[in-house]
């Protein structure tokens, strides 16, 4: 049976399913008036300040998965063309050469490939445990690279949900301290501005927690497609190259 991670480019199409669940949840608050509802009640206008980066965080993501989806099917390719024999691994100026096939510098599995190459390692021996360490480290920062800061996005919808939630609190109790008696007509006024900042405090944060988690989602999927790919490079380096 056929794994879903087994197909091409499995990474962008996880990403466009939970992507587009999140866009048919915008849609159908919008048709129940419910973005209305947050943007009317939302007096700080931090809920248009969330929408934003979440915005950004998911084009960032978008982009992000679709090459990781292209470099993770290279990887295979190349691995299912090497099959269970070895092939040389040698180095130019601006690509590496990998048997008979060619592999552009510019990508994660070209740049590592490139290094070995450089250092003239075949098989991990002790005396290079330190070295090959480093060479995973490396190898690990180029496949998540940017994905630090799709995690502080996520941090910061939610201080900036949890900002909503003091301003909220500091607009309702404001009303009530600004109040010189208490009859009806007043308290009438105050209740209806204790409510409005009220609605504030709630709903940038639910604002703030439903983007951090949607967003959350995404970043884990990705670093999940990123793992994918420094298995299967580190599975190919260590059983089927030879240098020098």
Known sequence: ??????????????????????????????????????????????????????????????????????????????????????????????????????????????????????????????????????????????AKGGHDVGWFLIDVLLKLGLLGTIVGFILMLGSVADTASLDVNTMQKVLKQMSNGMGTALYTTLAGLVGSMSLGLQYLLLDKGADTLIEQILRLTDAKLTTG
């Open 1 to 142: 049976m056929t794994r879903f991670q087994d197909h091409e480019h499995w990474l962008y199409l996880a990403w466009l399913v939970v992507s587009g669940v999140s866009v048919f949840g915008l849609v159908v608050c919008w048709n129940e008036g419910l973005i209305d509802l947050l943007y009317a009640s939302d007096r700080s206008r931090i809920c248009l300040v969330i929408g934003l980066l979440y915005l950004i965080g998911c084009a960032h993501c978008g982009r992000r998965a679709r090459y990781l989806a292209r470099e993770i099917d290279h990887v295979r390719a190349l691995d299912r063309a090497i099959g269970a024999a070895t092939a040389h691994l040698s180095c130019a100026e601006d690509r590496v050469t990998l048997g008979a096939h060619v592999i552009e510098r510019d990508s994660v599995v070209g740049e590592h490939l490139a290094v070995l190459a450089r250092r003239g390692q075949g098989q991990p021996n002790q005396a290079q445990d330190s070295e090959q360490s480093t060479l995973v480290q490396t190898l690990i920062a180029h």
